[in-house]
């Protein structure tokens, strides 16, 4: 069966092709017909080299129409910080206890904000966080003093990127049930934050390829200037 539905997504789409935007998400959705609810990913390949420390990538962006997921949120803080965060909707709040807690490998979160007098504690922690990308960052709004508008906007839709060896930034951005327009949104949002991270160090054409894809589905290339907000 799964052969079949395969065979189905990939009717009528041109491998080499570059479509618009707008053509490529209507496929995308068109061909999400797994189960559940597909989440819809980019990939944007990018002229840079991230083993050079002024050609790293990242940032993070809120999603106008949110991600579709729903994120536990850990918060490391203490006191007013702490209570702030709880009655912002964290999942997990503490301080020595939640380290002991995730060094011992329990962790119960999807995304990781600290405030700053909580560093120096949760940097203990860069073997256990750092490796699974959920290690606090002032870059990224995750070491803040501001714990519940990070709280609420990691659960919101917050996206965090970060490009990998070998140029590629991904992401989830939105699921197969969205709307058109709402995930046209969500992908301008996405790429304007990647154009606005671009680092001083990149030479050339920033975004060489984008493409396009639900879980289950077929990958689509997109016309790299289709997903720019000012196009």
Sequence with gaps: MAGKRHKKAI???????????DEAVKMIKDRAKAKFDETIEIAMNLGVDPRHADQMVR?????PSGSGRTQRVGVFARGAKAEEAKA??????????????VNSGQIDF?????????????GRLGKVLGPRGMMPNPKVGTVTMDVANAVKGAKGGSVEFRVEKAGIVQAGVGKASFSQDALVANIKAFADAVQKAKPAGAKGTFVQKVSLSSTMGPGLKVEPNSVFAQS
Aim: proline content about 7%; overall charge negative; aromatic content about 4%.
């Design 11 to 21: 009717e009528g789409v041109d491998r080499d092709k570059f479509y618009p935007l």
């Design 59 to 63: 940032g993070v962006v809120t999603l």
């Design 88 to 101: 912002a909707g964290a999942d997990v709040v503490g301080a020595e206890d939640l380290v002991e807690k």
């Design 110 to 122: 999807d995304r990781c904000i600290a405030t700053p007098d909580m560093m120096p504690l949760v």
